[in-house]
């Protein structure tokens, strides 16, 4: 259900159910589990690609395994959320490296806030992306409703979570969800070269970078400042510090190791 390589530093995990769009099912979610752990412990790793196979990204849950039968008991939809899309997300936002996302196709539900809660999302200009909970009676999860008013302000996130429109590549790059659109053919390439590159970079400085831009949508600029001093200083005792001000005043490139 998955396809995932680990590349020049750089880790690609691939939806692979191409035929339901890429949705969830219960293997799906397991597989993304086990990827996302070996991300998370494989020291060679310093950036993740996610992207999906076929003309799709991803479009949330898989539909067809819900018993909706008036005689089904009634799902607890909650369970699902704390067991496989909280973990998921909460993983891709404390990984410890840049996050990047190609977009190749449409987006629908869950996987519209997977792809938002990554750190730099390119889209194929193709590409759709569909808060269509409301269509179900459902709300946005996979962090949808923190994500959304953050980037794109509470008028459009409401207008968007209830009347579930497609947002395309091009609006969502306007509105701030979404880094660049990118022709369909380049996305995935365009991905990976920029997880290549940001691969060879100071991945802990990175990380730290993550965490202050994260931590800014809930702190007052005075606990920003603070947090500030606090990263910078762990940032300061890096080896590719070190590195970095060593090569700059030799005039030579730098060679990082990512601590
Ligand atoms: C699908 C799906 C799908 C199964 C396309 N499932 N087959 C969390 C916790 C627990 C439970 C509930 O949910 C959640 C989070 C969620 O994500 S809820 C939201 C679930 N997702 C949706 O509501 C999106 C449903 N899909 C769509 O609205 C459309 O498929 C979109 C707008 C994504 C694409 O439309 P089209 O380009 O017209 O493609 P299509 O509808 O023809 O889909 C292609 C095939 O994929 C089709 O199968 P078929 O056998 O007819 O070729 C669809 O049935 C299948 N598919 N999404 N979520």
Redesign the pocket.
């Known amino acids: 259900n998955i396809e995932f390589v680990i590349e020049d530093g750089v880790a690609i995990l691939t939806f692979n159910r191409p035929?339901?769009?890429n949705?969830?099912n219960a293997e799906m979610h397991a597989e993304v589990r086990e990827a996302l752990k070996e991300v998370k412990k494989n020291a060679e790793v310093r950036a993740l690609v996610i992207t999906g196979n076929g003309?799709?990204f991803c479009?949330?849950?898989?539909?067809?395994d819900?018993n909706v039968a008036p005689t089904a008991e009634a799902?607890n939809?909650g369970e699902?959320?704390e067991k496989?899309?909280n973990p998921m997300i909460r993983t891709i936002r404390a990984l410890e490296m840049p996050v990047i996302c190609a977009v190749n196709g449409?987006a629908?539900?869950?996987?519209a806030n997977i792809a938002l809660a990554c750190d730099i999302v390119f889209a194929a200009r193709s590409a759709?992306f569909?808060q269509?909970?409301c269509?179900?009676g459902?709300i946005p999860?996979?962090g949808g409703t923190w994500t959304l008013p953050n980037m794109v302000g509470q008028a459009r996130a409401m207008a968007l979570s209830m009347l579930g429109d497609?947002v395309s590549a091009e609006q969502a790059e306007q509105w701030g969800m979404i880094w660049k659109a990118v022709d369909d053919e380049d996305v995935k390439n365009v991905a990976i070269e920029t997880a290549k590159q940001l691969a060879t970079q100071p991945t802990k400085g990175l990380a730290l970078i993550k965490r202050a831009i994260h931590a800014s949508a809930t702190n007052t600029m005075d606990e920003q400042l603070d947090l500030e001093r606090d990263l910078q200083t762990i940032a300061g005792r890096t080896e590719d510090y070190r590195e970095g001000v060593a090569a700059f005043m030799a005039k030579r490139q730098p060679e990082f190791k990512g601590r």
Do not use: C, E, T
Not at 59 to 64: E, F
Not at 108 to 111: D, E, L, P, R
């Open positions: 035929d339901s769009l949705s969830f003309r799709g479009a949330g849950q898989d539909l067809s819900r799902p939809l699902s959320i496989n899309y449409v629908a539900g869950a996987g759709k569909i269509a909970f269509k179900i459902l999860d996979s497609r």
